[in-house]
């Protein structure tokens, strides 16, 4: 009788514990307390009852169990883990002369690729990835791979293509000189692309007079001095040779982009880390078409009449009042439909269509010859804009037509750059911005 009651007892208590923990969550201690009065209630049950003692003494034993080591391990002292809140921004208001070297090349691979450690990646700045290969063996048909840059540097310098330049612009500026060492050739490769077009890496039909690049200390990119210093410094500590010192780097810089050209210190110190955007790009139903088109990077791959993206020549001129229709009733389209791979029935959805999956269809003189499956625009554009955006995007882009590229003098002639042969796959180099629409 006495056991009878209690067992009632510690049963009514077991289930007030396990019941405040299960509704207010009461932390492991109160859990621990229920499971060790649910384990002594059980197995008083056990007693209690003979036919399912063996079942009720066996669930009360690894209910006890459960107890002691739940007690065991809220009686241990207790470490609260934390996610460690975000590192500061390598360098983020610290001019480089003021930076250990690995604090300053780690910066660069930031505005490089976005992270730190795998060479990969266009999160950064910088987008350089888009076009430029940074490890050994990687073939891009759209700018030289950058492993070894430091020593092909010295050698370039040394070039009779280069000593002798038939380009169409051979110098940064009126009266800046021309490279004569490795740091200065790499500074003035990035201030002024058309000093030296790389063999192969021109724009067709300029016999590698004119780079398609654009220069990555104004907008869209608009990398600072301080940002290029960072850059090259990671691009000579990665080949495990002498990294020259900042004041030589900055004095490069200096020598082929005129004050007027420099960006302000204070944008830098503001620039979040390493100089890397704070997060994914977001393009929303609020922006304007213009406003969203700088947002998304488009000038830099892109030509579109009417706004302020008239240098980008990785990809087509967009002029989709024009090449949508055109495109959609192709042959090559329609090939694309019965294969599975594309899917729009309207110009609208195509032109959507070009943005979110550019693999879908690609236009023909823009077919990687290394990929032909893959465009070279990036995938991920559907990650980057809310609906209303890339609607209001569609719509605007489907407002422009070959006259006003014509009229902003982005065509020849009155040929609509559909039919036009001038350019091929991938033939660019852009370090800014993304390519969106490439259609």
Not at 28 to 38: E, G, M, R
Not at 280 to 309: N, R
Request: aromatic residues 8%; hydrophobic residues 40%.
């Amino acid at each position: 009788m006495i056991l009878g009651k209690v067992g009632l007892a510690i049963g009514t208590v077991a289930g007030i514990a396990f019941i405040r923990w299960a509704t207010s969550g009461g932390g492991t201690l109160n859990l621990a307390l229920a499971l060790l009065l649910t384990a002594v209630f059980v197995m008083w049950l056990g007693y209690m009852i003979p036919r399912a003692r063996m079942i009720l003494v066996s669930v009360g034993f690894f209910t006890l169990m459960s107890g002691i080591f739940a007690s065991y391990s809220n009686w241990l002292p207790q470490v609260r883990g934390e996610v460690p809140p975000p590192a500061e921004a390598a360098g983020s208001g610290v001019k480089p002369e003021d930076m250990p070297v690995d604090k300053l090349a780690e910066k660069g691979e930031m505005i490089i690729f976005g992270n730190i450690g795998t060479q990969q990646g266009t999160e950064g700045k910088g987008q350089c990835p888009l076009c430029h290969g940074f490890k050994k063996g990687i073939v891009s048909e759209r700018a030289p791979n950058l492993m070894g840059i430091p020593t092909r540097a010295g050698e370039r310098v040394k070039d009779p293509r280069y000593l002798k330049p038939d380009t169409i612009q051979t110098e940064a500026f009126s009266g800046s000189g021309r490279a004569t060492t490795a740091v200065e050739y790499i500074a003035e490769s990035h201030s002024c692309p058309n000093c030296f077009v790389v063999a192969g890496y021109g724009v067709k039909g300029s016999n590698d007079r004119e780079s398609p690049m654009p220069m990555i200390h104004k907008p869209p990119t608009q990398l600072t001095i301080d940002e290029l210093i960072a850059v090259d410094t990671w691009l000579f500590q990665r080949e495990g040779g002498d990294v020259p010192p900042v004041s030589e780097i900055r004095a490069a810089y200096e020598k082929f982009i005129p004050p007027a050209d420099r960006a302000e210190p204070v944008k830098e110190a503001a620039a979040p880390a390493g100089g890397a955007p704070a997060g994914p790009m977001i393009a929303t139903g609020a922006d304007k078409p213009e406003d969203i088109i700088m947002k998304m990077g488009c000038v830099a791959c892109h030509k579109i009449p009417t706004t302020g993206a008239k240098f980008g020549a990785v990809g087509p001129v967009l002029i989709e009042k024009t090449n949508a229709p055109k495109r959609i009733a192709s042959s090559e389209y329609k090939a694309r439909i019965r294969a599975g791979k594309a899917h729009a029935t309207t110009v609208k959805e195509y032109v959507i269509e070009s943005i979110v999956n550019p693999s879908a269809f690609i236009v023909p003189d823009y077919v990687q010859k290394s990929n032909p499956e893959v465009s070279a625009m990036l995938p991920d554009f559907g990650k980057k804009f809310t609906y209303e955006a890339l609607d209001k995007l569609a719509d605007f882009l489907l407002s422009i037509d070959e006259a006003a590229a014509v009229k902003d003098g982005m065509m020849p002639g009155k040929k609509a750059e559909v039919d036009s042969g001038d350019r091929t796959a991938a033939m660019a180099v852009a370090h800014a911005g993304y390519a969106i629409a490439s259609r």
